[in-house]
């Protein structure tokens, strides 16, 4: 895991010191003195790029010297009068506001000698009091100061203006004073009061700028490191999701490859069918209705899927052609009757006693099934006390094997009785209901 996460922090660290060192990775605008040519200053402003409207001062950075905003470099390692200089801009021309506002390339102050061009460089002199003077100046050494504050002097207004950028450390007490005792103020602005002066910096502000920066950087460093570490960590835990998955998937391929057939091992989704067997040889002694011993609960073997949907199939179709046998059989004016599960057994041959009537009754005569053969019987038609004529018999479309009449009623077309009222041309005679019963 240290290795996984290593280049992720070494990237992490590089683009904080990228950031760090952004200023100085950025190639710094050029800088030109104060007669336009070029110089080996450094922008008091690290951001200036050195286009029209993006300019800054320059000062000396391997002097030590401090930017000012008024654009004038206070020169901290030096302890004479010329402590105070002006050494051009990113302008050439030097016109722009960023330029030095005293004796810049713009200022109507500098003390040219006759026939000295421009410097490069000027300092920016005391003459004592308030006054100062624009003075070349090589370390003193081409500078007249008599003639330069004769006739070539100044008064600051607003005084020479804070510090906005130091190249060095801070300086200490011993190497920041001047012999002249320059006055200035405690927060680094310069009144302009005395050649030269004690150049007192802000250390505390500087002091809160580098740990702010430290701080910044520090989260910075932080924050990139969390998110390396939580993005390793969202992958990890994604590739043992996916590991788990697969193993899985493996395992349950591995169990259905090791199952046994269906046949040896019963299926969560098998079905047990059970079937009913009844016994129809104790049909006959309870008229009819099979008896609870006569059932029989067997258990078969359970079944498929497929082998369900083939029986249920069949018997649909089964069903269908029992159904298109009966419409034949009932268009054919006779009722079949059959049973898939028992086999009825006609009863006995039944005999009808020919009862004496009187002359004007006609003999009625009854079919009587007798195994497969049919015989006729006469019968006397009797009477109930409706004055309904019933009687008894078979009808002739019956088929061997057919039930026959049963407890004295007959079956024709399904269930129903039959009874008809005596009709033509047989003449019947009214009788009294009261003597008639049956």
């Not at 905003?69 to 030097?94: I, K, L, M």
């Not at 100046?137 to 008599?146: I, V």
């Not at 602005?189 to 520090?218: H, K, P």
């Not at 046994?260 to 009844?278: D, E, F, G, K, N």
Request: positive net charge; proline residues 7%.
């Amino acid at each position: 895991m240290l290795q996984h996460h290593r280049p992720r922090a070494l990237v992490a660290l590089a683009y904080l010191l990228f950031l760090i060192n952004l200023p100085h990775a950025v190639a710094d605008a050029q800088c030109y003195a104060v007669n336009g040519q070029k110089s080996s200053g450094t922008p008091c402003n690290a951001a200036a790029t050195g286009q029209s409207g993006s300019h800054a001062a320059c000062c000396d950075e391997s002097k030590q010297e401090a930017c000012l905003a008024t654009g004038v470099c206070f020169a901290t390692q030096r302890s004479d009068n010329n402590t105070f200089w002006a050494e051009g801009c990113t302008d050439p021309t030097g016109l722009d506001p960023a330029c030095p506002q005293y004796c810049g390339t713009a200022s109507p102050n500098i003390y040219v000698t006759a026939g000295t061009p421009i410097q490069p460089t000027y300092t920016v002199m005391s003459c004592g009091g308030s006054a100062w003077c624009c003075c070349f100046d090589s370390f003193g050494k081409s500078c007249n100061k008599t003639d330069c504050c004769a006739q070539k002097n100044f008064t600051l207004a607003r005084g020479l203006g804070a510090v906005v950028r130091q190249f060095t450390a801070v300086p200490t007490a011993d190497n920041a004073s001047t012999t002249t005792g320059a006055a200035s103020s405690p927060t680094g602005r310069y009144d302009g009061n005395g050649g030269g002066g004690r150049f007192n910096f802000d250390r505390s502000q500087r002091l809160v700028t580098v740990i702010v920066a430290g701080v910044l950087g520090a989260l910075l460093l932080a924050a990139l490191v969390a998110l390396g570490f939580s993005y390793s960590r969202a992958r990890h835990l994604r590739r043992q999701v996916d590991r788990l998955q697969q193993q899985e998937k493996e395992a349950l391929l591995i169990a259905s490859s090791s199952l046994p057939p269906s046949s040896a091992v019963p299926s969560p989704l098998s079905t047990r069918v059970r079937s009913l067997r009844i016994n129809t040889q104790g049909l006959a002694g309870h008229g009819g209705a099979p008896h609870p011993s006569a059932m029989q609960d067997e258990t078969v073997s359970p079944m498929s899927h497929e082998q369900l949907h083939h029986l249920q199939q069949q018997q649909q179709q089964q069903h269908q052609q029992q159904q298109h046998l009966q419409q034949q059989q009932y268009s054919a004016g006779g009722i079949r009757r059959s049973s898939s599960s028992s086999v009825h057994q006609p009863p006995p041959p039944f005999t009808q006693q020919t009862q004496p009537y009187q002359s004007q009754h006609q003999p009625y005569v009854q079919q009587q099934l007798n195994g497969f053969s049919f015989t006729t019987t006469p019968r006397t038609p009797t009477w109930n006390h409706t004055g309904s004529f019933r009687h008894n018999s078979v009808d002739n479309n019956m088929t061997g094997g057919a039930l026959g009449p049963q407890h004295g009623h007959s079956s024709v077309h399904g269930n129903a009785p039959n009874t008809a009222e005596l009709a033509s041309p047989m003449p019947v005679t009214e009788l009294p209901a009261e003597k008639y019963t049956y």
